[in-house]
């Protein structure tokens, strides 16, 4: 089974620095690629991808919204994906949710998104 766990959200106030964690775990045979996402209060998750890495291409797209603050970074292993968020405003204010693209050992015919429970961050005036 695949599975996502995001951590290190918390309060900041703004102008500050976050850094979210994301570990993927699992019996996987295949990653095609991770990938940040959020959902502000009272809205939907958005559907464009904040930062994102794929492959051997490295960070493939970053939101006009976050470029210049928010950076995307794995470990060696591959298996956990940074968020580093700086400059950080009280419109970041959201949960943040890790995304992967991957295939499961026990369907490897098949990519799949899966997705985190999510991380919350807080940006104070």
């Known amino acids: 089974q695949v599975h996502l766990a995001e951590s290190g959200g918390g309060l900041v106030q703004a102008g500050g620095s976050l850094r979210l964690s994301c570990v993927l775990s699992?019996?996987?045979?295949?990653?095609?690629?991770m990938g940040w996402y959020r959902q502000t209060p009272g809205k939907q998750r958005e559907q464009r991808e904040l930062?994102?890495?794929?492959?051997?291409?490295?960070?493939?797209d970053i939101a006009d919204s976050v470029k210049g603050r928010f950076t995307i970074s794995r470990d060696t292993a591959g298996r956990t994906a940074y968020l580093q968020m700086n400059s950080l405003k009280p419109e970041d204010t959201a949960i943040y949710y890790c995304?992967?693209?991957?295939?499961?050992?026990?369907?490897?015919?098949?990519?799949?998104?899966?997705w985190g429970q999510g991380t919350q961050v807080t940006v104070s005036a």
């Open positions: 699992g019996n996987l045979v295949g990653l095609s690629g």
């Open positions: 995304k992967a693209d991957a295939r499961a050992a026990a369907y490897p015919s098949n990519w799949d998104t899966y």
């Open positions: 930062v994102a890495w794929a492959g051997g291409r490295g960070v493939t």
